[in-house]
């Protein structure tokens, strides 16, 4: 049972490249999150997902896209890449809203 | 709109019991609190959740008082290893929002 897996686990990027980040749970999880995490900082909600085929947006959501095309798998992508984007990003599953929360490793990205 | 305030750090010594405390307002009697722990390089680990008085599991206790303005994680005889980032979440599950607090990094010293 590998909970919430999540690759690559480093990327580093030029400014203006984009990029997809996968998310994998095999646990039937209807929620899934993604998280970004700042040196010293907590964790700032991007999007989220409340089912397959639904995304909604979190609290720092811009200059970020999601998809949802299957229960198990939620995608993050970056069209665009920013320094300001250079983050350690993490992806998360639930049962519902509320409920514990399964994190993945993360994914360090650099944006030179 | 909701906020939570923890310590940004704290200091104790094995076999002490250590208390964090996390502030938030405008939260709504069912709405749950939640404690996460956070090593180095690693995502954050559940560690207890509960949404009054008091919740107790193999690793720590949670309390809420009556006015829900606050909520303490309770890590009795800390070891070594518990040095890590610790979280609160308040999730307002009316309004599908998640407030993480800013983490405590707690140092164990032998």
């Known amino acids: 049972n590998a909970g919430v897996t999540q690759t690559p686990k480093f990327r580093v990027l030029k400014t203006g490249q984009s990029m997809t980040l996968l998310c994998a749970q095999d646990?039937?999880?209807?929620?899934m999150y993604w998280y970004r995490q700042d040196p010293g900082m907590g964790l700032r909600l991007i999007h989220y997902?409340?089912?397959?085929?639904?995304?909604a947006k979190g609290e720092v959501p811009d200059g970020y896209n999601v998809s949802r095309l299957k229960k198990q798998n939620f995608l993050l992508g970056l069209e665009s890449a920013a320094p300001s984007q250079t983050s350690v990003y993490f992806c998360?599953?639930?049962?519902?809203?509320?409920?514990?929360?399964?994190f993945g490793a993360g994914t360090r990205l650099s944006v030179l | 709109l909701a906020k939570t305030t923890q310590p940004i750090s704290m200091d104790s010594y094995e076999g002490q019991e250590v208390n964090i405390t996390c502030s938030h307002n405008?939260?709504?009697?069912?709405?749950?609190i939640t404690w996460y722990q956070q090593f180095p390089s690693q995502g954050p680990r559940f560690i207890i959740q509960?949404?009054?008085?008091?919740v107790t599991n193999e690793v720590a206790s949670l309390f809420i008082p009556a006015d829900r303005k606050s909520s303490t994680l309770s890590l009795p005889r800390v070891s070594l290893s518990d040095t890590a980032v610790y979280y609160c979440?308040?999730?307002?599950?009316?309004?599908?929002?998640?407030?993480w607090g800013a983490g405590t990094k707690l140092i164990i010293k032998p």
């Open positions: 998360a599953s639930s049962y519902v809203v509320g409920d514990i929360q399964y």
């Open positions: 646990m039937n999880h209807e929620y």
């Open positions: 997902s409340v089912g397959e085929g639904t995304t």
């Open positions: 405008n939260i709504a009697t069912n709405d749950y």
């Open positions: 509960g949404y009054k008085t008091k």
């Open positions: 979440l308040v999730d307002l599950g009316s309004n599908y929002q998640l407030i």
